[in-house]
């Protein structure tokens, strides 16, 4: 993963298998970079009909490479807390550090411009064409991730509110 390849199909089916059925789940599940593939989505969806289950809504946050690039390799993370700066969007008062604990921020592995130089050609070849997919079935939320944070949560928000179909 931190070289920017993908987790097996299987892997990641048998994962997500294993929450179905379990109480956190009964009124559904967020699943967030997956499926990435259409062979993913038709084995997703094959084994979300066995349990009488389906995919609801699906969110596609568009935003330009070019931006992508800034933001991912801008990040910076506190490990112990998850805690989440960015060096231009929301900088900690001193640079690399956090700002609760005084504990040194670090750039995740797969944070680096080479990495997601491979993620995004792994996206534009193998995802995106779930674009025309979920478009077809009429659950596909286009959200400008361009926006401000906020204004992006509320309309996803919004969207996963309200009933599946109705958007």
Request: aromatic fraction near 8%; glycine fraction near 6%; hydrophobic fraction near 30%.
């Amino acid at each position: 993963m931190e070289r920017g390849d993908l987790v097996p199909d299987d892997l990641m089916i048998d994962m997500i298998k294993d929450q179905f059925n379990k109480p956190q789940c009964n009124k559904g599940m967020i699943l967030d970079g997956f499926p990435r593939t259409i062979p993913q989505v038709e084995k997703l969806e094959s084994e979300l009909n066995k349990v009488g289950k389906k995919i609801d809504n699906v969110v596609l946050f568009e935003i330009e490479d070019e931006l992508l690039y800034e933001r991912i390799s801008g990040r910076r993370v506190h490990l112990p807390s998850g805690r989440s700066y960015h060096v231009k969007y929301n900088p900690p008062k001193i640079e690399g550090i956090d700002d609760v604990t005084g504990e040194p921020l670090i750039q995740r592995k797969d944070d680096t411009h080479a990495t997601l130089e491979k993620r995004l050609k792994n996206y534009h070849s193998y995802t995106s064409p779930l674009i025309d997919y979920f478009t077809r079935k009429g659950n596909l939320l286009r959200l400008d991730a361009r926006q401000s944070a906020d204004k992006v949560f509320n309309q996803m928000f919004s969207f996963l509110k309200s009933p599946a179909g109705s958007h």
